[in-house]
């Protein structure tokens, strides 16, 4: 690669991409209405279908995933109609109000940071009032929790109205995720979290049931109006230039994920989340994520050492690696160590063994 001043990233995205998946990207350009793009869309689509673990449709499109929140908003919840947002990180707030910007009508179930969303929370809200959707941040990058959407998923089920909208940008590929026999409706990602790809493209699984709803729905905007995405799907087209580039990186990224195996991919996440967790807990910091809602692809440390944390990022920006400092007001009082993407144990290990350094251990 270019430089060779390169700090190997460590931060909750974007994410380090290994140099053949950049490469990847420097493939001859094609044209978007060629049979090649063709065939690439469809070899793609159906590695991602094994990739969501679905019988349905992944849409592609040349954005990052706040595109992919304004998309599911906007297409799933009726005018008249409420949706049900679960807040309790940047992310989760974040996604609330790009429905409020988009003229969506909502109801919050708000937990404090660091806690997760149990699905007895969301079964008293339902309970209560109707909503076209639940909208879920699976792995509230922010904090680093783990929410359980396979229960919450079931406790929304039966409510035939409700669709279940999901956020999995930082978990997708790092956490055990089954769209089709959770009932998960929409499963939205971006590239450049845990499925390792430079930023700029992003992905989701699609229902039938949202396409439907969508059908009920009047203003659903131009670039992200998936009744036109899905029939150009059909033709192996997107509706305008999609990011190529990035494309041929995703295909050649998801022929190693799928080598790996999702189940092994899983695994690895929750043994370098395992490892994270004894070295903060040995050196005396706390994790900041409530106990059972713990992330595999990202450790929010509790700084109770009050480590200076500037000083630990200039540190181990000398030993090669970026860091991070924590986000938005819980910085210095958190950082996070991320272990997501194509992050292996070994790495894990020469970050920790940093760190210790700077300790002086
Ligand atoms: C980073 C992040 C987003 C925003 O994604 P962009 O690709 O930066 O638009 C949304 N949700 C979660 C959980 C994230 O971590």
Known sequence: ?????????????????????????????????????????????????????????????????????????????????????????????????????????????????????????????????TYDAVCVVHNETSTGVLNPIHEIAQVVRPYEETLVLVDTVSSFLGAELRPDEWGIDIALTSSQKAFALPPGIAFASVSDRVLKRAQQVTNRGYYFDFIQMEESLKKNHTPSTPPIPLMFAADRQMDDILAEGLGRRWQRHMDMRDMTHTWALDRGFGLYAQDGYRSPTVTAVLNTRDMDVDQMAKFMNDKGFSMDKGYGSIKGKTFRIAHMGDMQPNTLEAILGGLDEFLGM
């Open 1 to 129: 690669m270019g430089n060779d001043n390169h700090k190997r990233l460590v931060l909750p995205g974007p994410v380090e991409v290994r140099p053949e998946i950049l490469d990847a990207q420097t493939e001859w350009m094609i044209g978007h209405r060629s049979t090649a793009f063709g065939a690439l869309f469809a070899r793609l689509q159906e590695k991602l279908k094994q990739a969501f673990l679905t019988n349905g449709r992944v849409y592609v499109v040349g954005a990052s995933g706040t595109g992919l929140w304004e998309a599911a908003s906007r297409n799933c919840i009726r005018d008249g109609k409420k949706a049900l947002h679960l807040v309790g990180g940047a992310f989760s707030d974040r996604w609330a109000k790009v429905s409020k910007a988009n003229g969506k009508e909502i109801d919050v179930v708000a937990v404090d940071w660091g806690r997760g969303h149990a699905p007895e929370m969301v079964e008293e809200a339902l309970k209560k009032d």
